[in-house]
Structure formats: structure tokens, C-alpha cells
């Protein structure tokens, strides 16, 4: 089956597995599987971090990772992770967004309340596939 995730989706999704301590075997499984697409797109994004924002911002945003060949237990897996994310980004919201800077945090609140509407749709998504 295919899947379709915004690019910064699908960026959130695997920076969350790398991230994660002791990660469990389907979370591994996923990684592995995926890491054929995650590498390579890791790697431009970083490339063009550096050299061209405009073209990093159009391709987190407007673009998508395409996954041919998903299987239902990826999916549901994936799933499972954005819901962890989602749980993250919702205590940082409920922490008003605090971060150790000094600057007024109401606009990195705000692209947060954003990403996390995108992805309880996407979530929603991922867990209608049977």
C-alpha cells in the first residue's frame, strides 16, 4: 500500500525513532525499512539548510515522502509513534513553550499547534488503514 507524509512529517516520524531510547522491535523494523528513503533525505535537508533555505523550507512543506510499498503493521506503527509525538508536543504546548532563550515563544507555540493539527489528521489517517 502507499503512504504519503508531508516531508517535515516524515521528518518528525524518523528524528522520533532515532531519538528514542531502547527503541522496540517495530520501531526498529520501521526505521530499517525506511531508512532507504530517510538517509538520502536527511541528507539533502541538511545540505540545503546550509547553502538554500528557500529550497530546504519548499521541500519540508510543500513535498511529500512517498512509501510504495507500506505495510499495514508500518502503518500502524508509524501511527503509534505520531501519537508519542503528538503527546510530546502537547506538553511543551501546556508549558507555554518555554525553551531556555529569552525570547516571546507565541510563534514557535503556534507552528507547534500547527504541526500538531497535521498530524492527529495524519494519525487518523494511518489508523483507518486495515
Known amino acids: ?18 531519538e528514542t531510547a531502547n527503541p522496540s522491535k517495530p520501531l526498529k523494523t520501521l526505521q530499517a525499512a525506511w531508512d532507504d528513503v530517510w538517509q538520502p533525505l536527511d541528507g539533502e535537508l541538511s545540505e540545503l539548510a546550509e547553502r538554500d533555505f528557500d529550497a530546504f523550507s519548499e521541500l519540508m512543506m ?11 503493521e508500518q502503518a500502524a506503527t508509524a501511527q503509534h509513534a505520531i501519537t508519542e509525538i503528538m503527546a510530546a508536543m502537547d506538553r511543551t504546548i501546556e508549558e507555554g513553550g518555554r525553551t531556555d532563550s529569552s525570547h516571546d515563544d507565541s510563534e514557535h507555540i503556534q ?11 495524519l494519525s487518523r489517517k494511518l489508523g483507518r488503514i486495515e
Open 111 to 121: 507552528n507547534l499547534k500547527f504541526e500538531r493539527r497535521e498530524l492527529r489528521q
Open 62 to 72: 510543500d513535498q511529500d515522502v512517498v512509501i510504495e510499498d507500506a505495510t499495514v
Open 1 to 18: 500500500m502507499e503512504l504519503r507524509f508531508t516531508v517535515w512529517q516524515f521528518v518528525r516520524l524518523m528524528v522520533h525513532i532515532e
